[in-house]
């Protein structure tokens, strides 16, 4: 913790984004930054898909599609200090897929029960189910993909 601290103080960005490391709080930090990148864009396509109608499950869909790619190619640099160089194996990807569609599941689940049955906004469900489908992928990822 006092290492991902004196980053932030210090503002040193090499450090706190590029430089491989194995601090468990710099990889969440990481985690939650590239997490809140892949927020952004399928919480950002989820409201224009609905915007222009589709339906709030179907837009969930393909905003995971669109982020699921981002955030894989961006957690295995930035987090899991994959190189450049390293290829990307069947495994590796059929290891987060996986994680993600269970994800993907227990977001269209959990939108279902926020939205028709807890008759939430659907873009507030949205945010809430983001967040604790957040806490699965990070912790799939960690235990069973980049131990």
């Not at 905003?63 to 987090?79: D, E, M």
Request: charge should be neutral.
């Amino acid at each position: 913790m006092r290492e991902l601290i004196s980053l932030l103080l210090t503002c040193n960005l090499s450090d706190l984004f590029y430089t491989n490391t194995d601090n468990a709080f710099i990889q969440l930090f990481r985690y939650c930054f590239v997490g809140g990148m892949a927020f952004i864009i399928d919480f950002g396509l989820y409201c224009l898909l609905g915007w222009f109608g589709v339906h709030y499950l179907i837009a969930g869909v393909f905003a995971f599609v669109i982020s699921f790619s981002f955030n894989f190619l961006f957690s295995r640099w930035l987090i899991f200090a994959a190189k450049a160089e390293n290829k990307i194996e069947i495994k590796e990807i059929i290891c987060v897929l996986t994680i993600s569609v269970i994800g993907l599941g227990l977001t269209e689940l959990l939108l279902f029960v926020g939205t028709d049955l807890l008759l939430m906004d659907f873009r507030m469900s949205k945010i809430a189910v983001s967040l604790l489908v957040l806490i699965w992928n990070y912790i799939a990822r960690k235990i069973w993909v980049y131990k």
